[in-house]
């Protein structure tokens, strides 16, 4: 997948951001500004997102 191509839904905009825990425990937030830094990256704001940066964490 090439995120560029999603480019007008993604840049500077809003977004869900769904994760699990180990646990399988699902959690969901909202970034409030998301950028394509390259094809297969997004850069996201962290608002005080920490149960979702502990799960991205866990899976990196």
Same mark, same amino acid.
């Given at each position: 997948m090439n995120l560029f191509e999603y480019n007008d839904? +993604?840049?500077g905009k809003?977004?869900?951001i769904a994760t699990v825990n180990s646990e399988n425990n699902p959690n969901l937030a &909202?970034?409030?500004d998301v950028k +394509?830094?390259?094809k297969?990256?997004?850069i996201i704001s962290v608002?005080?997102?920490?149960?979702t940066q502990k799960? &991205?964490?866990y899976i990196m």
């Open positions: 839904l +993604i840049n809003p977004m869900h &909202v970034a409030s +394509i830094i390259d297969n990256k997004l608002n005080e997102m920490i149960n799960n &991205v964490q």
